[in-house]
């Protein structure tokens, strides 16, 4: 029987972090145990804001991990894989984010409109990448995924509900504006 080579693996994706221009968590998204307490993880931010604030590059390796990493106005991106990982699927990821929301706001990505958005953007990074995993890296296609949701359905109940008030309301401003 001939030796087996290493699994086959999905690319991977340890952290997506955005910081804002003093290097203060705006979104952080951890998908391993790389750092596992709060304590842990904002020391491991500040290493990455310190380290890539003034840089000019767009790859870095910290602590053993391969961080790329943009700036847009005030904010700064990074999406942090393991030492081995490939750095074009990263920058891909981290491209697909910068595009995706640059959509989503209409306008250069900035710490205003993203906290005013901020909803829309757990959503955009959970369609990039989901526990790890990278899901998607064209912001066409998460674009597209994004706009086909719609509201979600209610329970029957409240339904019922919100047409029995509905129907009162229509009786009340008929009532009170005149006869139809």
């Known amino acids: 029987m001939e030796p087996v080579g290493p699994e086959p693996s999905l690319y991977t994706v340890k952290a997506l972090l955005i910081l804002d221009s003093l290097?203060?968590?705006l979104l952080a998204k951890y998908?391993?145990?790389?750092?596992p307490t709060a304590k842990e993880q904002?020391?491991?931010?500040?290493?990455?804001?310190?380290?890539t604030y003034r840089a000019g590059g767009e790859v870095a390796c910290l602590e053993g991990l391969t961080v790329v990493y943009r700036s847009s106005a005030d904010l700064f991106f990074y999406v942090v894989g393991g030492?081995?990982?490939?750095?074009?699927?990263l920058s891909a990821v981290?491209?697909?984010l910068?595009?995706?929301?640059?959509h989503l706001l209409q306008k250069e990505v900035e710490k205003r409109l993203l906290l005013d958005n901020m909803e829309g953007t757990f959503l955009v990074v959970d369609e990039i990448v989901d526990r790890g995993v990278i899901l998607e890296s064209d912001p066409q296609q998460v674009i597209q995924r994004l706009s086909l949701r719609g509201p979600e359905?209610?329970?029957?109940?409240?339904?019922?509900?919100?047409?029995?008030?509905?129907g009162s309301e229509q009786r009340d401003t008929r009532d009170a504006g005149g006869r139809k």
């Open 94 to 96: 981290l491209a697909c």
């Open 42 to 51: 904002a020391a491991f931010e500040r290493s990455v804001f310190s380290k």
């Open 23 to 25: 290097g203060q968590r």
């Open 83 to 89: 030492c081995q990982e490939n750095e074009l699927m």
């Open 31 to 35: 998908y391993d145990g790389t750092f």
């Open 98 to 102: 910068l595009d995706t929301l640059g």
């Open 153 to 166: 359905p209610a329970a029957y109940g409240f339904v019922l509900f919100d047409y029995l008030a509905g």
